[in-house]
């Protein structure tokens, strides 16, 4: 444990991994809040990777069904439906022999799959990557840094460039989405097609008729829909997509492990018929050595590099005094590389994910998904998406360096980004008899 001054204040590291697992689930009730480095403006404030305490808990208890086993299921047809579109793309691609840098690819495809899965839209960012969704989803994820330095350092003047129309987060950005949310809320409702599309629009319409019979929890959702919905695309496109990217990437580096997979997908879908049957929600169970694969590349290129924490109540930790509004912070990345917990930690191993590896390690070596009660609500869904998008490309594709492939990776000094791309190609795979 050790103090640290950051964004101008102080705020406490955690390295030991039993004082993280004290402050992430046995203290939780003392730890429940998030920092706040910027004020967001609505519907910004309302998302919930913002909220606070009993706020927080409500919405985040409201939102829960959207990622249940059933609701998950049902929506699984959208993320196999822009799956199908991305097997064309790639299957262009393949053909032309083009190089292919995966992090805008999967992005795209990503992009696709949060308009279908949260906001009920069929886009074509594959196709068209200027089309308006995209665009303005971009203004979320890249947003005024100046803006937001100014923020950091001097809140009362960002406060004030806001009047002049200068915001961290474009105004008009989230003017469209607002009213992106409005209109398919509306047609849903007049088409008669709520409750049919399992998406989450749909859960918001559930929302609304629990509201007027009384829910209490729900109501909560629905003061903040657009807020809520807004969550897909903050927390949802950025990390799927770089998991996907490097766990592609990785596997294209490693042939012996790109071939255990494929042998794994060969065996546990061969029921799925042609290779180029995108597999469905249940297929995908079971793909053990897969799911290892993704596990790895998380552990070596975890979207979100550290989680935090503020303490809500004073509380004594290992015979150190947090006060109340202490930031603790929990260095992830530092954590997944760290050499007395992960022997060679820059190599690429997904037996470290075997189950008895798992079981003689400490739960908070890894925590790409953060832990206890605030951790990834959201961690099912992007699962999935991995999975079926994976198995489907791993089934149909050989991934294979090229000449513009980087290795090892360099990676930005400000987030888990390649300063070169990931670049590869990709081959047919002999057709099975
Ligand atoms: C591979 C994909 C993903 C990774 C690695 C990831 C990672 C994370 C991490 C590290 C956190 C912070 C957890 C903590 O503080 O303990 C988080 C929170 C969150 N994630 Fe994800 N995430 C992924 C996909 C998604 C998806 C697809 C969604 C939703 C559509 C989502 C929604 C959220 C939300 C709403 C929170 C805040 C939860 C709360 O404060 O209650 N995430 N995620």
Redesign the pocket.
Known sequence: MYGWIGFKKPAIVLQDLDLIKDV?VKHFNSFVD?RVILNFEPPFDQ???SLFGDH?KRV?SAVSPTFSSGRLKKMSRHVERNVRSLQRVLGQKQERNEEIELKDLMSRFTMDTIAST?FGLDIDTLGDPENAFCVHAKKFINPNMIVALVGIFCPPLCRLLAKFGFSFISSKATYFFEKAIDSALEVRRESGDAGKMHDFLDLMIEAEKEQTEGGEERRHMVDSHAGQAL??IL??YD??SI?LSFTLFLLAKHPQYQKQVQEELDQKLCDLGPDDAVPGYDSVQGLNFLEQCISEA?RMF???LF?DRVCTEEINLAGVKIPKGMPVIIPVYAIHMDPELWEQPHEFRPERFEPEAKESRHQFAYM?????P??????R???L??KIALAMMLRRFDVVPCEKTVYPVKLSKMQVMANDGLWVKLERRAVKS
């Open positions: 992430c998030r998302t919930l990777l927080w985040r949260g969550v897909f927390a949802g990390t799927v998991v998380m975890p979207p979100g989680l790409p998904f953060g832990h206890g605030r951790n990834c609500i959201g961690m869904l992007g699962q998406e991995l």
